[in-house]
């Protein structure tokens, strides 16, 4: 099952670059850190389904997608359920309620601070914004990294958070330095 669930992740997030396969591995990955115990069925099929469709809301089309994907492959009805609500609220701005749906919640917004994160949101600022200049791309990410690290779960995704934040905190004052020198 596990395989079925990577394969459909990959398929349908071929090509994309900021919400793709790579995003949910690490995803997957940074949330297994998070906490010793956990329902790893759980975790591994929200983790890998919480970004496949990017229509927005894009949590809620990812969701009632996940849990056809998940009917079809004979996954436990209840841990569908689950899973659903993990996808639903793993924006910074969800509600999860149960260890693996934090669990996917603060992982997601790990992946969105650091290089990477810089990386994805200067993407997404693009992409999903329509932001059409650096200065922009610069504002859009210092107002996803304040909105999202203000909604962070568990104490272990803070810990972990407080290099990538004065990272990218960094590397935010050095662009913004760069892309302001025509103003100076």
Same mark, same amino acid.
């Given at each position: 099952?596990?395989?079925?669930?990577?394969?459909?992740?990959?398929?349908?997030?071929?090509?994309?670059?900021?919400?793709?396969?790579?995003?949910?591995?690490?995803?997957?990955?940074?949330?297994?850190?998070?906490?010793?115990?956990?329902?790893?069925?759980?975790?591994?099929?929200?983790?890998?389904?919480?970004?496949?469709? $990017?229509? @927005?809301?894009?949590? !809620?089309?990812?969701?009632? =997608?996940?849990? %056809? #994907?998940? /009917?079809?492959?004979?996954? *436990?009805?209840?841990?569908?359920?689950?899973?659903?609500?993990?996808?639903?609220?793993?924006?910074?701005?969800?509600?999860?309620?149960?260890?693996?749906?934090?669990?996917?919640?603060?992982?997601?917004?790990?992946?969105?601070?650091?290089?990477?994160?810089?990386?994805?949101?200067?993407?997404?600022?693009?992409?999903?914004?329509?932001?059409?200049? $650096?200065? @922009?791309?610069?504002? !859009?990410?210092?107002?996803? =990294?304040?909105? %999202? #690290?203000? /909604?962070?779960?568990?104490? *272990?995704?803070?810990?972990?958070?407080?290099?990538?934040?004065?990272?990218?905190?960094?590397?935010?004052?050095?662009?913004?330095?760069?892309?302001?020198?025509?103003?100076?």
């Amino acid at each position: 099952m596990r395989n079925i669930i990577l394969q459909y992740s990959k398929d349908m997030s071929a090509g994309r670059l900021a919400r793709g396969f790579d995003h949910c591995n690490r995803v997957y990955h940074l949330a297994k850190q998070l906490e010793d115990i956990y329902d790893d069925e759980v975790l591994y099929a929200s983790t890998y389904l919480h970004d496949i469709i $990017l229509a @927005e809301p894009h949590q !809620l089309q990812s969701a009632e =997608k996940a849990e %056809a #994907v998940l /009917h079809e492959v004979g996954f *436990k009805p209840g841990k569908i359920e689950l899973v659903k609500e993990a996808i639903l609220n793993h924006i910074p701005e969800g509600n999860p309620s149960f260890k693996e749906a934090k669990m996917l919640h603060d992982a997601d917004i790990l992946d969105s601070l650091g290089m990477v994160g810089i990386t994805r949101l200067a993407i997404g600022a693009f992409f999903w914004k329509g932001a059409k200049s $650096l200065f @922009e791309v610069v504002n !859009l990410i210092k107002e996803y =990294k304040e909105r %999202a #690290v203000s /909604h962070f779960i568990l104490e *272990k995704s803070k810990k972990l958070a407080q290099e990538k934040i004065d990272f990218m905190e960094k590397a935010l004052k050095q662009l913004e330095k760069e892309v302001t020198i025509t103003t100076e």
